[in-house]
Nanobody
Framework: QVQLVESGGGLVEPGGSLRLSCAAS????????MGWYRQAPGKQRELVAR???????DYADSVKGRFTISRDNDKNTVSLQMNSLKPEDTAVYYC????????WGQGTQVTVSS
């Protein structure tokens, strides 16, 4: 069983930056593919970025060059650095852990607005 707790969401103006963090409990963290997903009102949840235990990363086209995912296997954390934020990045962001099962955090709201 893995528990995920996100932090770092908030309100930011267009062009600004935010950093999301996710702390994971449980064992064998480095075996999990860790990811960030987001869900905007009226839309399906979508992958933003993910990172394997060996630091192979994958990004949605819409965030490439603006967002960076990273993990610390010693601290059981995964982070998402979000730069050059746009209004269309507004969503609830969820941390995800996937290995033999899939786990989700409670989500953190990110609002990009002037």
């Amino acid at each position: 069983q893995v528990q995920l707790v996100e932090s770092g969401g908030g309100l930011v103006e267009p062009g600004g930056s935010l950093r999301l963090s996710c702390a994971a409990s449980g064992s064998f963290f480095r075996l999990y593919v860790m990811g960030w997903y987001r869900q905007a009102p009226g839309k399906q949840r979508e992958l933003v970025a993910r990172v394997s235990g060996s630091d192979i990363t994958d990004y949605a086209d819409s965030v490439k060059g603006r967002f960076t995912i990273s993990r610390d296997n010693d601290k059981n954390t995964v982070s998402l650095q979000m730069n050059s934020l746009k209004p269309e990045d507004t969503a609830v962001y969820y941390c995800n852990a996937q290995f033999t099962a899939r786990y989700w955090g409670q989500g953190t709201q990110v609002t990009v607005s002037s």
